[in-house]
């Protein structure tokens, strides 16, 4: 079993929708959640940065963590055409190492 | 514009040739990274420089070399690659204490659009 689990999609949606992209992840001893964003020919973007569990939120975007059930996600609401984008989740443990354990994205596509 | 830069941004090179990858950081980090991205496969990680040290080398072939000068630039060098090693590589910066609590995100640069002919 990979350490993350994410579906690469893609996933098409019809803009103003409600998106939910997922991740899974088997070591309990994650503790920092990012997500990232990637536009095509560019670098991954962070986009949202939580500890443990609980939501967080910026704008139309909220990050949410469920420790128990070992999963997260990330919610955009109104979605739009720029929000196209592949979405990399990554996480790391407290005081074990500092490098972040991706997924393999999430390709998203907001059709107009 | 990122806080890391990544020169060239698209690179054509033959199986025979010696190249660099140019990576620089004005974030004020002191761990830099390199990670190889392959098309519908998750991030590999390279390699890891903290405080300029090498603490990471996850299995690369030697075809790659990496060297960290100081905090802020890293260079990836090539030679004899294959054509399976075409990929986008990415330089990342993160700031970490010494195996501290804190854990610092991963800041990317636009990385290097790599084809090996």
């Known amino acids: 079993q990979k350490e993350v689990e994410q579906d690469p999609g893609p996933l098409s949606v019809p803009e103003g929708a409600i998106v939910s992209l997922n991740c899974t992840y088997s070591?309990?001893?994650?503790?920092?959640f990012m997500w990232y964003r990637q536009y095509s020919r560019k670098g991954p973007e962070l986009l949202m940065y939580?500890?443990?569990?609980g939501n967080k939120e910026d704008g139309r975007f909220t990050a949410q963590v469920d420790k128990s059930s070992k999963y997260i996600s990330l919610f955009i609401r109104d979605s739009q055409p720029s929000d196209s984008a592949t979405y990399l989740c990554?996480?790391?443990?407290?005081?074990?190492?500092?490098?972040?354990?991706f997924g393999r994205g999430t390709s998203l596509i907001v059709h107009p | 514009e990122t806080g890391v830069t990544q020169t060239p941004r698209h690179l054509v090179m033959g199986m025979t040739n010696k190249k660099s990858l140019k990576c620089e950081q004005h974030?004020?980090?002191?761990?830099m990274y390199w990670y190889k991205q392959s098309a519908k496969k998750p991030l590999e990680l390279m390699f890891v420089?903290?405080?300029?040290?090498?603490?990471e080398n996850n299995s690369v072939p030697s075809r790659f070399s990496p060297e960290c000068p100081n905090s802020s630039h890293l260079f990836l060098h090539l030679h004899t690659l294959q054509p399976e090693d075409s990929a986008l590589y990415l330089c990342?910066?993160?700031?970490?204490?010494?195996?501290?609590?804190?854990?610092?995100?991963?800041?990317f640069g636009n990385g290097t659009r790599l084809t090996v002919t």
């Open positions: 990342a910066s993160s700031h970490e204490g010494q195996r501290s609590s804190y854990n610092s995100p991963l800041h």
């Open positions: 070591n309990s001893a994650f503790q920092y």
């Open positions: 939580t500890y443990s569990s």
């Open positions: 990554a996480m790391t443990s407290a005081g074990g190492s500092y490098i972040p354990t």
């Open positions: 974030l004020g980090h002191n761990a």
């Open positions: 420089y903290n405080f300029k040290e090498q603490t």
